[in-house]
Nanobody, 113 residues
Framework: QVRFVESGGGLVQPGGSLRLSCAVS????????IGWYRQAPGKGRDLVAK???????NYVDSVKGRFTISRDNAKNTVYLQMNNLKPEDTAVYYC???????WGQGTQVTVSS
C-alpha cells in the first residue's frame, strides 16, 4: 500500500513562504496525477493543485501565481512551493493521488502576524 507523509508546514507571517514536501513510500511513477489538498478549520478538504507524470499542472484560482507544485519521481517526492502566503491559506495540507485514496496525517500551515 502506498503511503504519503507530508512535512514542511509551520507558522509564517503574511507574505512569507513555505515549501511542503510529500514523501511517498513506493514508486510515484505509477501514479499519473498527484495533488495537494487542504482543509481549513471548519471546512471540507479541497484540491489546491495537481500535477501529472508529464508535468502538466493545474491550480485553483486562489493560489495561481503564488503556489507551484512539482514532483521528483526519482526521489518519490512531491513538493508545493508556497509564496506570498495569506491568512486564508491557513489549513492542514495533504498530498494524495487525484482522485484521492487513503489520507496521511497532513502538515499544518498557519499564516498569521
Amino acid at each position: 500500500q502506498v503511503r504519503f507523509v507530508e512535512s514542511g508546514g509551520g507558522l509564517v507571517q503574511p507574505g512569507g513562504s513555505l515549501r511542503l514536501s510529500c514523501a511517498v513510500s513506493g514508486s510515484i511513477f505509477s501514479i499519473n496525477t498527484i495533488g495537494w489538498y487542504r482543509q481549513a478549520p471548519g471546512k471540507g478538504r479541497d484540491l489546491v493543485a495537481k500535477i501529472t507524470n508529464g508535468g502538466n499542472t493545474n491550480y485553483v484560482d486562489s493560489v495561481k501565481g503564488r503556489f507551484t507544485i512539482s514532483r521528483d519521481n526519482a526521489k518519490n517526492t512531491v513538493y508545493l512551493q508556497m509564496n506570498n502566503l495569506k491568512p486564508e491559506d491557513t489549513a492542514v495540507y495533504y498530498c494524495n493521488p487525484f482522485p484521492p485514496t487513503d489520507w496521511g496525517q497532513g502538515t499544518q500551515v498557519t499564516v498569521s502576524s
